[in-house]
């Protein structure tokens, strides 16, 4: 909270979505709202072949098909910008500057293991 209320520039919220977190989305919109966020990216993992819907029902959570942005589609969620970025379907090309400072025209993000390869979490 306290990021947010002394950040001097609008903030945007990038926010990875697995299988450990995607029943909380609902929650953790309320909260970024409820703080002032007006932008939020939900991503997917890098290769992860799954459609949003596995994860997500907009309707569900709230939100309002409002256009698209290279590719990827924009919600409206009581005033604040909601995107499912999907890196291998978005029309965005880039040039990306590492920690490293290697730059290269491909991202360096872990890629997702293929479904039959994620192991369920069971709860005794």
Same mark, same amino acid.
């Given at each position: 909270?306290?990021?947010?209320?002394?950040?001097?520039?609008?903030?945007?919220?990038?926010?990875?979505?697995?299988?450990?977190?995607?029943?909380?989305?609902?929650?953790?919109?309320?909260?970024?709202?409820?703080?002032?966020?007006?932008?939020?990216?939900?991503?997917?993992?890098?290769?992860?072949?799954?459609?949003? @819907?596995?994860?997500?029902?907009?309707?569900?959570?709230?939100? &309002?098909?409002?256009?698209? =942005?290279?590719? *990827? /589609? $924009?919600?409206?969620?009581?005033?604040?910008?909601?995107?499912?970025?999907?890196?291998?379907?978005?029309?965005?090309?880039?040039?990306?500057?590492?920690? @490293?400072?290697?730059?290269?025209?491909?991202?360096?993000?872990? &890629?997702?293991?293929?479904? =039959?390869?994620? *192991? /369920? $979490?069971?709860?005794?």
């Amino acid at each position: 909270e306290q990021i947010v209320r002394q950040a001097q520039v609008p903030l945007k919220i990038s926010c990875l979505v697995t299988e450990h977190n995607a029943g909380e989305m609902g929650y953790f919109l309320r909260r970024c709202r409820e703080l002032g966020i007006r932008r939020i990216v939900l991503r997917k993992l890098y290769g992860d072949q799954r459609s949003w @819907s596995a994860w997500l029902d907009p309707q569900v959570l709230g939100l &309002k098909l409002e256009g698209r =942005y290279r590719g *990827n /589609p $924009v919600y409206d969620y009581g005033g604040m910008e909601v995107t499912l970025w999907d890196f291998d379907l978005t029309e965005s090309r880039s040039i990306n500057l590492f920690s @490293s400072g290697e730059i290269s025209t491909s991202y360096h993000l872990v &890629k997702a293991r293929p479904v =039959y390869e994620v *192991n /369920p $979490v069971t709860v005794v």
